[in-house]
């Protein structure tokens, strides 16, 4: 396969979004049903402030499928919201999450030593907040920022390939990192547009309406959407890169009377 030029990642954002139009309240509502069980789990003994980043790649493969199911025809339902949870995908999942929160522990640890810890200090309110001490730590946050965003660009395909390609992790990593090095123009061109897109969509609240509970919840609800944006976005660049996967083989189970 010939190398992508920088303009396949508009064109990715812009099938993603055909992906998304076609069940956007069934996406949403399978999004939703990811994030109930995320804040469950952070009732976990001892685990429930890492369970949800261990637990990421299991629900983006959740929204992944019903992305393909919606672009296939098929009715995404809630339920697909369990499916990383099946066997033979769930170990090597979860082995993916623990790797997604070593990238984590690490950006943090880089933020600590360039800024003295000033940030996750005033973060945990073991200072209080200081407006110069905030300015002073913005280019930690942004290196730290980097190292964690570049992680997760690196491994994006990696879920999608565990679950659809029955990869192993190792080898999983390798293809997505390969592939996005290889397509790096692409998916910087992707990553750009949504960012330039979340930008103008939550400024829009912020010109319209001079509550600030309004403008909050606008925004927030802009970032659940994007968010599911994310992934069917995601989504078009492995159909195009690796073909597109099947849709779910059986519907999920009706309620006996």
């Not at 109930?36 to 001892?46: E, K, Q």
């Not at 897109?197 to 606008?218: G, K, N, R, Y």
Request: aromatic share 10%; net charge positive.
């Amino acid at each position: 396969m010939e190398k992508l030029p920088a303009r396949a990642g508009l064109q990715w954002v812009k099938q993603g979004l055909e992906v998304f139009r076609k069940q956007p309240g069934a996406l949403m509502a399978l999004f939703f049903s990811c994030m109930f069980l995320t804040m469950l789990s952070l009732f976990i003994p001892l685990l429930g402030g890492m369970a949800p980043i261990v637990l990421a790649p299991l629900f983006s493969v959740a929204l992944l499928q019903g992305c393909a199911d919606a672009d296939q025809g098929k009715r995404t339902f809630p339920q697909l919201v369990f499916i990383g949870f099946r066997k033979p995908a769930r170990k090597p999942l979860l082995l993916l999450g623990g790797l997604y929160l070593m990238v984590m522990l690490l950006s943090i640890m880089i933020l600590t030593m360039l800024d003295g810890g000033m940030l996750i200090k005033m973060a945990t309110r073991q200072i209080p907040m200081d407006q110069e001490l905030i300015e002073n730590s913005r280019s930690a946050l942004f290196i730290s920022s980097v190292v964690y965003i570049g992680g997760w660009m690196l491994s994006c395909l990696a879920a999608p390939l565990i679950y659809w390609q029955k990869m192993a992790v190792g080898k999983a990593l390798f293809f997505s990192v390969v592939t996005v090095m290889r397509e790096i123009k692409a998916f910087l061109t992707t990553a750009v547009m949504l960012f330039l897109m979340f930008q103008v969509l939550t400024a829009i609240p912020v010109i319209l309406f001079d509550s600030a509970q309004i403008e909050v919840t606008a925004i927030f609800t802009i970032m659940l959407m994007m968010t599911v944006l994310m992934h069917c976005t995601l989504y078009a660049s492995y159909r195009q890169i690796f073909g597109a996967p099947p849709a779910t083989a059986e519907a999920p189970p009706k309620a006996t009377p």
